[in-house]
């Protein structure tokens, strides 16, 4: 009976991210492609994430509300990278307000400042799908047995600030300011942030997760061109490779969808971007968890030797 509930999730799943591509190409108009709900649809219908399913009406608020932060940023005559960075800023301070750990939510955030949206109907699009989600999940129930998830912290935000500053400054004066912002990558790295231990094997698990499903999707989408196509064929190719990890990620099932809306400097180097940016943002949440362990068995040993 569960393997007939779980499979019946993951047809929901795949079927509501496939008819949202399906619209896009029949109205043709890419800005309906949203690759964060692919994320979102299986955090929400087929994993059922307690700490984002637990308060459904956050599914709606706060992807909706980093949507038009990042939409309204978008329309400032600034850099990219600023953009990027800027939105990021007003995203977590808004996540912060509404109390919610909904990390796809800064995804939402980055997709019109990537793709540069100008029409109303990447907000309509946003306010429509994550509608749905939210009533999804009040359908299903489980919320009310889930757990909510920890609030954000101060040094988390903090972190987070920091890193994403480092990130954004290092590919601009590399000349790659196109890398300044891969949603999948900072989606992960700030649920990691949040996570009280983390270790390398699953640091490398993850890497290999986000890196492989940015390949699928850039490969598919060479050689499929047709956006439903491309779809069909690569959401169940990821699910497979996250299978064969051993792995429930949810920001992985973004990387088929935001091949299929990236502009064309992006898309070239989507399997490097994301292999570099998750390797950096991973790497340094692995070297702070080292230090922090450092640093606690440190004071642990001294607190003994003054007693």
Not at 35 to 41: N, Q
Not at 141 to 158: D, L, T, V, Y
Not at 167 to 194: C, R
Request: with cysteine; glycine share 8%.
């Amino acid at each position: 009976m569960g393997h007939r509930v779980e499979v019946r999730h993951y047809g929901l799943g795949f079927a509501f991210v496939l008819l949202m591509v399906v619209s896009a190409t029949v109205l043709h108009d890419q800005e309906l492609i949203l690759p964060e709900i692919g994320a979102l649809t299986a955090g929400t219908w087929i994993y059922q994430n307690p700490s984002w399913i637990h308060q459904p009406s956050k599914i709606f608020l706060a992807p909706s509300g980093t949507a038009i932060i990042g939409f309204l940023i978008n329309q400032l005559p600034w850099a990219y990278p600023a953009k990027i960075w800027l939105g990021l800023l007003l995203m977590l301070v808004l996540l912060w307000g509404l109390k919610s750990n909904l990390a796809p939510s800064f995804a939402t955030g980055l997709l019109p400042i990537i793709i540069n949206a100008t029409h109303w109907s990447f907000i309509a699009a946003i306010l429509i799908f994550t509608l749905c989600l939210m009533l999804g999940v009040y359908a299903q129930g489980q919320f009310r047995q889930s757990a909510a998830g920890e609030p954000i912290q101060g040094r988390h935000m903090g972190l987070f600030v920091v890193l994403v500053s480092l990130w954004v400054t290092g590919v601009w004066l590399a000349g790659a300011p196109q890398m300044a912002g891969i949603p999948p990558v900072l989606v992960v790295f700030f649920e990691v942030l949040q996570k009280p231990r983390y270790a390398a094997k699953l640091a490398g698990r993850q890497w290999l997760a986000l890196t492989g499903a940015a390949t699928l999707g850039f490969a598919v989408h060479v050689l499929i061109g047709t956006w439903a196509l491309a779809a069909l064929v690569t959401l169940p190719l990821v699910f497979i490779w996250l299978q064969v990890l051993h792995l429930k990620l949810p920001a992985a099932y973004a990387f088929p969808l935001l091949a299929l809306v990236l502009p064309a400097d992006m898309f070239r180097v989507l399997p490097l971007s994301a292999g570099l940016a998750a390797a950096f943002f991973l790497g340094a949440l692995l070297v702070v968890h080292r230090v922090r362990d450092w640093w606690d068995a440190r004071t642990t040993v001294e607190n003994s030797e003054v007693r």
